[in-house]
Structure formats: structure tokens, C-alpha cells
């Protein structure tokens, strides 16, 4: 789950950051008074789950506070990366002598959290990335033990010979990491930290996602999200408990289990077709959750053919047909469907579905050939 920039600072804030003061204000007048209490020299900043804002035109510059409400005027209501903004921050303005990247991921080679560092930060950092991947420092924390004052004071040493800046630095990695760590982020970034003239480092970006699958154990960070980005989809697949991906193919796939429905996908792509999505409607699944899983898979227009793939254990065959027959009968299917379901119940199941005149099969292979062949003919 993404985070916003303005509540991620908040949040590096309370970790002992240095973030300079803001505001959250969704008018230009309130962004002209919030300057006007700052004084002097502020940033205008698009509040949007998208990077590159900067390059975008929604990073802007103001010397007061008439040109604060002039500027948020022009940024509030634009468009970046298909996400209007409807919010901006009026944050009091730093010098800027240098600009560092700093950055930690999950790693899935190292199987550890990665701490980067680059002294090419700003918004070319993509652009480094691909062409001088060298100038990023790269280094893998214990995730026991965290980042130690000494990795961090080598990570900061790597793009800042000048002792006090690089200990200010260092000390941003350590708060940083703390950040990441407790938060369970997937990814946390500050770009750039900003050397000023006169010395003084800041970090004026922030930017955190947050694992999804540990938000159960963070009430404070749920209540965090923007579902402004989320498509219809994505948002009701989250409210019924659906893990649901979408994907570029044809077959559109209910499964249950996320191992199934991961080699499901893989036995399409082996008899030569496209999975649709990844959807998981988990175990014990209710009629309820089968009639929204096949509105979200039959809403997609790209899909030519649905396959259900269940495996009856926890869920239960039976329950599965009759979800199947109420979201049919709600919504007759304007696409071949094939049906698959084996385990417990699956003979309750099939009365059920022959009664509506639905087929059903026990062999995967046999269901998945057949929805590859439907898909195809289909198209
Ligand atoms: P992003 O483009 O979405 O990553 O947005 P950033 O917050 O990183 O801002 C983009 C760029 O705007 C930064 O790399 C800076 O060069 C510039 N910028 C942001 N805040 C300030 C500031 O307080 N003062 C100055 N002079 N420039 C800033
Ligand atoms: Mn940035």
C-alpha cells in the first residue's frame, strides 16, 4: 500500500528526521496563508501516489504567499499519471547545494532489506540507476539487528567526505531504517536529502510503502490509504477479502488457494494461453464472495473465457456452485465458462450445477485446455 508524501514525513518526523515544516491544504487560499505563516521562500508539492511529480510540473517554487495560492491554484486539479490532485503541501522551502539519494527495499536476492545510497539523488535517480548503476551504494542489513550506526556512517561516508554533513546523513539512515523496519515497509525512500549551502541537511521527499500483507497489524497505517488510485476492482476484491491481480490475458481465474492459483496460471501459459488475473478467493469462501469474484473477473473486457478452478478442502465444493449459480443467475455469463472442482462435497456440488445446467470437470488439465481453446476461439 502506498503512503502519501505528507504522511510519510509525518511519520519520519516522529523517527527523529529532519523534515522541514508543512501543511496539507486542498485550496489555493489556504495555501497563501500557510505560506504567509511560514515566511519566505516555500514548496508547493502535488500530493499524489506517483513519483516524478517534479518532472511533472507538480513540484513548484514560491517566493510568497500570493505566488503560493497562484501556484497551488495551477497544481491542484492537474493531472499526474492519470491521478488528479486534490491535495498539495505548502512545506517551508530549503537551499539546495547538493541533493542525495537514500533508499531501502526488500530485497529478494539478498532475502534481506537493502539500504542505497547515491550522491547523483534528485529527480534523475531512475535515469542513474539505468545508465551508472555504480553510483549507488548498495548494502544489505541483518534484519535482526538493524542498521548500525558504523554501516550507516560507511553508507554516508561513500557520498559525503565533510564529517558533520556525513553524520547527519548517517544518522537519517539509521532513522530511516527504524522507519522502515517498524513500519513494514516494502519500500521507504528519502529523495533527495539535501545538503544546503551553509551545511544543514534535510530531507524534503519521503516516500513509504507499506506490505500489505503485515496492515492487519497496523490500524494506524490502514487508516492511512487513498483508494483514489484503486481501480473498481482493486477496491472491491480488498472489501470481500479477495486477493485479486490483474493481469494482460484472456482467461479470467477464480481459484482458491494461492498456491493453486499460481499454478493455474502457470498450466494456461503451458497450454499456450494468457491468465486474465490472479484471484484467490481464499478458503472457507462464502456464495458472497464467489458473486463478487465473478463480477470482478467478468468485468474485465479482455477476458474471453472464465476458468474456476477449486480444490475442495477448508472451502467447500458445494458452497462454491451455489455462489456460482446466484452470480449466474444475477448475471447470466456473456462468456464460456469452465468449471473445475474436486474435494469436499464436490458430489453436492455438481447436483448443484448440473440443476442450472452448468458442466463441471475433475481434471485440471482437461479444464484448463478447454478454457485455453474457448479463450482463443473466442478472440
Ligand atoms: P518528486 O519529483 O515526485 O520526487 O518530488 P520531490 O519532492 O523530490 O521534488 C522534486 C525536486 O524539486 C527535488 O529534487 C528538488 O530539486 C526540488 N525541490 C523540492 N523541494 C525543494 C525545496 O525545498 N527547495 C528547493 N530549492 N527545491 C526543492
Ligand atoms: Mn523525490
Not at 73 to 87: F, Q
Not at 232 to 237: K, V
Not at 265 to 287: C, H, Q, R, T, V
Request: hydrophobic residues 45%; aromatic residues 4%.
Amino acid at each position: 500500500m502506498k503512503i502519501h508524501e505528507f504522511q510519510a514525513r509525518e511519520i519520519l518526523r516522529k523517527h527523529g528526521v529532519p523534515v522541514p515544516p508543512f501543511e496539507v491544504v486542498s485550496d489555493p487560499g489556504a495555501a497563501g496563508r500557510a505560506a504567509a505563516a511560514f515566511g519566505g521562500l516555500v514548496v508547493v508539492k502535488a500530493q499524489v501516489h506517483a513519483g516524478g511529480r517534479g518532472k511533472a510540473g507538480g513540484v513548484k517554487l514560491a517566493k510568497d504567499a500570493a505566488e503560493a495560492e497562484a501556484k497551488a491554484a495551477a497544481i491542484l486539479g492537474m493531472t499526474i499519471k492519470g491521478l488528479v490532485v486534490k491535495r498539495v503541501i505548502v512545506a517551508r522551502a530549503v537551499d539546495i547545494d547538493r541533493e542525495y539519494y537514500a533508499g531501502i527495499v526488500v530485497d529478494r536476492a539478498s532475502k534481506r532489506p537493502v539500504v542505497m545510497v547515491s550522491a547523483a539523488g534528485g529527480v534523475d535517480i531512475e535515469e542513474v540507476a539505468r545508465t551508472t548503476p555504480g553510483r549507488i551504494v548498495k548494502r544489505p542489513v541483518d534484519p535482526q539487528g538493524g542498521l548500525d550506526a558504523k554501516a550507516a556512517a560507511a553508507l554516508a561516508a561513500s557520498i559525503e567526505e565533510r564529517p558533520a554533513q556525513a553524520g547527519a546523513v548517517a544518522d537519517i539512515l539509521v532513522k530511516l531504517y527504524r522507519a522502515f523496519a517498524e513500519s513494514d515497509c516494502s519500500l521507504a525512500e528519502i529523495n533527495p536529502i539535501v545538503v544546503t549551502p551553509s551545511g544543514e541537511v534535510w530531507a524534503v521527499d519521503a516516500k513509504m510503502n507499506i506490505d500489505d500483507n503485515a496492515l492487519d497489524r497496523h490500524p494506524d497505517l490502514e487508516a492511512l490509504r487513498d483508494t483514489d488510485g484503486e481501480t473498481r476492482e482493486e477496491a472491491a476484491a480488498r472489501g470481500a477479502g479477495l486477493s485479486y491481480v490483474k493481469l494482460d490475458g484472456n482467461v479470467g481465474c477464480l481459484v482458491n488457494g494461492a498456491g493453486l492459483a499460481m499454478a493455474t496460471m502457470d498450466l494456461i501459459k503451458y497450454y499456450g494461453g494468457e491468465p486474465a488475473n490472479f484471484l484467490d478467493i481464499g478458503g472457507s469462501s462464502s456464495p458472497e464472495k464467489v458473486v463478487t469474484a465473478l463480477d470482478i473477473i467478468t468485468s474485465d473486457r479482455g477476458v474471453r473465457a472464465v476458468l474456476i478452478n477449486i480444490f475442495g478442502g477448508i472451502t467447500r465444493c458445494d458452497d462454491v456452485a451455489a455462489g456460482l449459480v446466484r452470480a449466474f443467475e444475477a448475471r447470466p455469463p456473456t462468456v464460456p465458462v469452465v468449471v473445475r472442482l474436486t474435494g469436499t462435497n464436490e458430489e453436492r456440488a455438481r447436483e448443484i450445477l448440473a440443476q442450472h445446467d452448468l458442466a463441471s470437470v475433475t481434471s485440471m488439465d482437461e479444464a484448463v485446455q478447454k478454457a485455453v481453446e474457448l479463450a482463443g476461439r473466442a478472440s
